[in-house]
């Protein structure tokens, strides 16, 4: 399983940013059966959970203090999860992973070392 996140960049205060990361495999894996996570990791800070996706058409779960600005999402059609990101704040800015995991269970999916793949990141900048 191969993960390419997209989408970051620079932004002012109070823009917004549509992040993607896209999902390959080997025949076989179904995406969507698998739980997509997005991390984030700001410098000098341990990599925190933002927001993921069950699934089979499970549930989605988002940070509690960036509900209401940040949406996590997925296609799976084309083998896609996707992260709106509105109302950006400077305390937003930082490194974002998606990770995918087809064995993770509910209780685990805010744990970075729960997820078996990483994307290499993008780097969102919010400036005040």
Not at 30 to 51: C, D, H, I, N, S
Request: charged residues 15%; hydrophobic residues 30%.
């Amino acid at each position: 399983v191969q993960l390419q996140a997209s989408g970051g960049g620079l932004v002012q205060e109070g823009g917004s940013l549509r992040l993607s990361c896209a999902f390959s495999g080997p025949t076989g894996q179904t995406f969507r059966r698998y739980t997509l996570g997005w991390f984030r990791q700001a410098p000098g800070k341990e990599r925190q959970f933002v927001a993921a996706t069950k699934g089979n058409g499970g549930a989605t779960y988002v940070l509690e203090s960036v509900k209401g600005r940040l949406t996590i999402s997925r296609d799976n059609a084309k083998n896609a999860v996707y992260l709106q990101m509105n109302s950006l704040q400077p305390e937003d800015t930082a490194v974002y992973y998606c990770a995918a995991s087809s064995t993770i269970i509910t209780s685990s999916l805010r744990t970075p070392n729960q997820y078996h793949y990483w994307g290499p990141g993008t780097l969102v900048t919010v400036s005040s």
